[in-house]
C-alpha cells in the first residue's frame, strides 16, 4: 500500500466496483460503520505523499448513505 498525506479533491472518473453482498468486507463495514448499502469505489485523484511529492494515484474506498466515503486507499501511482 502505498501512504499518503492527504488526497485533493475532485476525485474523478469514478466507477462503482461492487455493492452489498459483493462486498467481501460487508458484514465489517456494517458493525464498524453501521448502514446497510454499501458501495466499492474507485477513482482518480492527484494526493500528496509521505515525501511531500505530489502526483496522480488511483484510490478506492468504501462509501454508504448518510455514512459518507469511509477507508480511502491509494492502489497505484498512475504518473
Known amino acids: 500500500m502505498i501512504?499518503?498525506?492527504?488526497?485533493?479533491p475532485p476525485i474523478e472518473n469514478v466507477e462503482l466496483i461492487a455493492r452489498r453482498s459483493s462486498i467481501r468486507?460487508?458484514?465489517?463495514?456494517?458493525?464498524?460503520?453501521?448502514?446497510?448499502?454499501?458501495?466499492?469505489?474507485?477513482?482518480?485523484?492527484?494526493?500528496e505523499l509521505q515525501d511531500g511529492s505530489m502526483r496522480l494515484a488511483e484510490l478506492h474506498w468504501y462509501e454508504c448513505h448518510g455514512i459518507g466515503r469511509q477507508?480511502?486507499?491509494?492502489?497505484?501511482?498512475?504518473?
Open 3 to 8: 501512504y499518503f498525506r492527504r488526497h485533493f
Open 25 to 47: 468486507d460487508i458484514e465489517r463495514l456494517k458493525r464498524d460503520y453501521g448502514g446497510r448499502d454499501w458501495r466499492k469505489l474507485k477513482g482518480k485523484a492527484y494526493v
Open 71 to 79: 477507508e480511502l486507499k491509494t492502489k497505484r501511482l498512475l504518473d
